[in-house]
């Protein structure tokens, strides 16, 4: 079993009620639900949208590999209405992340493990740090503590619930 640490996020429709689906739906496909952070809003990052995003780091054990997960996540987020776009920051009803996988570190053309930008996204920092603040990122070999204490990204992350 390998510990997996995703990060969910959404700015449409209900996004409590999304977000929500998405873990049942994670937990009957993926492996063995572990915990979350609370929820976090979020301004969008890399572009503007009137409504905020909400933000919570989901954690599984899970015997499937890295590419069966993301072929299941991609299929989550297809069946909660994710359209995807040519533009890589939009709007979206949901996303799902894989951000840490075990401490691997995986690189191919569909998938990178560790996810390439989360020292520079305070909206998944946040959640991290309150789940595993000791936890060494193993490309970058700093806590996520430190991470979010480096981060230069200041928009605004606020607990939600």
């Known amino acids: 079993m390998t510990r997996i640490y995703f990060l969910l996020g959404g700015n449409i429709g209900n996004r409590e009620e999304i977000l929500s689906e998405a873990i049942k739906k994670m937990t009957k496909q993926l492996g063995k639900f572990v915990q979350t952070s609370a929820l976090y809003e979020t301004e969008p990052w890399g572009f503007t949208h009137e409504q905020n995003f909400l933000n919570q780091v989901v954690v599984f054990d899970s015997e499937l590999s890295p590419l069966d997960i993301l072929d299941k996540t991609q299929i989550i987020e297809k069946e909660l209405g994710r359209v995807r776009k040519t533009t890589q920051y939009c709007e979206r009803t949901i996303d799902i992340d894989i951000l840490f996988y075990g401490d691997e570190c995986i690189e191919n053309q569909r998938l990178s493990i560790p996810h390439p930008?989360?020292?520079?996204?305070?909206?998944?920092?946040?959640?991290?740090?309150?789940?595993?603040?000791?936890?060494?990122?193993?490309?970058?070999?700093?806590?996520?503590?430190l991470l979010k204490d480096e981060c230069s990204d200041k928009l605004k992350v606020n607990k939600f619930r």
């Open 117 to 145: 930008r989360i020292q520079e996204r305070s909206f998944a920092l946040y959640p991290l740090e309150e789940l595993i603040p000791e936890f060494i990122h193993p490309k970058l070999k700093k806590s996520i503590q």
